[in-house]
């Protein structure tokens, strides 16, 4: 079936850099983008940034700009979110999804989520 | 680029039909035909439950069904149902100079 599994939680101190792992299963990798998401506790959804898996091309959120990194490796089927300079409100919940059709048509497949605490 | 906005909860009974609203502006939520919203359930991942504005993914029940008027997009869910209960997130394609996302506030839903 369709799946994407993501990479184990992550404890972190202030200033480090965190790199989280999206593996894709059960579709053809390189025909759907990417997009991260990620959810601080008890808060809404913030959008991070768009991977496309067939060229790598990205979008990043203006307020992340400089400090994220979003890769793919089309040989193993799994999209990277890398954060960086790591602040106490990164800690949150990522997620890794699917864009459905285009760029903005919707998220069909999520992630379970990867938690990542910052603090020192 | 700011938050969509909608109401903090909306309440009802089994069986009533209730409305989340999603209020943005030109450069999202008026200017695309590309609303989508999410159910997400306390510790879950969000489900997408409505995508371009008004069409339902296979599998979500026709309980569910989305509008858009000007810069406001809508959600109704009629039949409300104990399993209803969660939180609702729109999102819009938007454009800023730059393509992004948008998500809204989000909403809880209340089966009374």
């Known amino acids: 079936q369709v799946q994407l599994v993501q990479s184990g939680g992550e404890a972190k101190k202030p200033g480090a850099s965190v790199k989280v792992s999206c593996k894709a299963s059960?579709?053809?990798?390189?025909?759907?983008?990417i997009s991260w998401v990620r959810q601080a506790p008890g808060q809404g959804l913030e959008w991070m940034g768009w991977?496309?898996?067939?060229?790598?091309?990205?979008?990043?959120a203006l307020r992340l700009q400089g400090r994220v990194i979003m890769t793919r490796d089309t040989s193993t089927t799994t999209a990277y979110m890398e954060l960086t300079r790591l602040r106490s409100d990164d800690t949150a919940v990522y997620y890794c999804?699917?864009?459905?059709?285009?760029f903005g048509d919707g998220l069909d497949v999520w992630g379970q989520g990867t938690t990542v605490t910052v603090s020192s | 680029q700011s938050a969509l906005t909608q109401p903090a909860s909306v309440s009802g009974s089994p069986g009533q039909s209730i409305t989340i609203s999603c209020t943005g502006t030109?450069?999202?939520?008026?200017?695309?035909?590309?609303v989508s919203w999410y159910q997400q359930h306390p510790g879950k991942a969000p489900k997408l439950m409505i995508y371009?504005?008004?069409n339902r993914p296979s599998g979500v029940s026709n309980r569910f069904s989305g509008s858009k008027s000007g810069n406001t997009a809508s959600l109704t869910i009629s039949g409300l149902q104990a399993e209803d209960e969660a939180d609702y997130y729109c999102?819009?394609?938007?454009?800023?100079?730059?393509?992004?996302?948008?998500f809204g506030t989000g909403t809880k839903v209340t089966v009374l």
């Open positions: 371009d504005v008004s």
């Open positions: 999804s699917r864009e459905r059709g285009g």
């Open positions: 059960g579709y053809r990798f390189t025909s759907y983008g």
């Open positions: 991977i496309s898996a067939y060229n790598g091309h990205t979008n990043y």
């Open positions: 999102s819009s394609y938007g454009n800023n100079n730059t393509l992004l996302y948008v």
């Open positions: 030109s450069s999202d939520v008026g200017g695309y035909n590309y």
